[in-house]
T-cell receptor
Framework: DSGVTQTPKHLITATGQRVTLRCSPR?????VYWYQQSLDQGLQFLIQ???????AKGNILERFSAQQFPDLHSELNLSSLELGDSALYFC?????????????FGEGSRLTVL | QKEVEQDPGPLSVPEGAIVSLNCTYS??????FMWYRQYSRKGPELLMY????GNKEDGRFTAQVDKSSKYISLFIRDSQPSDSATYLC???????????FGKGTRLSVIA
């Protein structure tokens, strides 16, 4: 158990809809990362927050947004969903903002868009 | 060229075999190299971590970096069915960018 909790584990929705994925990082970790994993693209970095502030942005679509709350949990919002958004979405946390440190991943949220 | 490239496999070996998993990377300035292991329906977990060049050993696992060839390898000795998983190489491109992952190699160790 990594200590990172993601909900929901599975989500099935229709094109055009909006969903919110939630992540609770390990106790004390200030950094939260969101990654998208698909068979063809692998694990792609979306966005990172550090202690409530956006720290780095990767290949995140404009239809997607995220935030980190004062209690350090994070939410990833996906809107105007398309079939191609079907993927596993992972949250990871780390103690610091350093990118050479270990990332602790949750078990992921599997999104299916029909 | 992508920053990190990895053959996705799949790779199937008999129990007890030596497994070699490999990645190539684009920039010789990269210094930190990691291997994550991902079991089915789980998130990745850090397996090995090396800095700069050379070898690092941890039990049956050896991570090797060849900076001249921009090539990193993970060797698994005496492979076990419990080693069946997807192995992802990962590199923080430079000090200020989060980890970039290879696509992962799916390994099956057959008893």
């Amino acid at each position: 158990d990594s200590g990172v909790t993601q909900t929901p584990k599975h989500l099935i929705t229709a094109t055009g809809q909006r969903v919110t994925l939630r992540c609770s990082p390990r106790s004390g970790d200030l950094s939260v990362y969101w990654y998208q994993q698909s068979l063809d693209q692998g694990l792609q970095f979306l966005i990172q927050y550090y202690n409530g502030e956006e720290r780095a942005k990767g290949n995140i679509l404009e239809r997607f947004s995220a935030q980190q709350f004062p209690d350090l949990h994070s939410e990833l919002n996906l809107s105007s969903l398309e079939l191609g958004d079907s993927a596993l979405y992972f949250c990871a946390s780390s103690a610091s903002g350093s990118y050479t440190g270990e990332l602790f991943f949750g078990e992921g949220s599997r999104l299916t868009v029909l | 060229q992508k920053e990190v490239e990895q053959d996705p496999g799949p790779l199937s070996v008999p129990e007890g075999a030596i497994v070699s998993l490999n990645c190539t990377y684009s920039n010789s300035a990269f210094q930190y190299f990691m291997w994550y292991r991902q079991y089915s329906r789980k998130g990745p977990e850090l397996l090995m971590y090396t800095y700069s060049s050379g070898n690092k050993e941890d039990g049956r696992f050896t991570a090797q970096v060849d900076k001249s060839s921009k090539y990193i390898s993970l060797f698994i000795r005496d492979s076990q069915p419990s080693d069946s998983a997807t192995y992802l190489c990962a590199i923080p491109l430079f000090g200020n960018t989060p980890l970039v992952f290879g696509k992962g190699t799916r390994l099956s160790v057959i008893a």
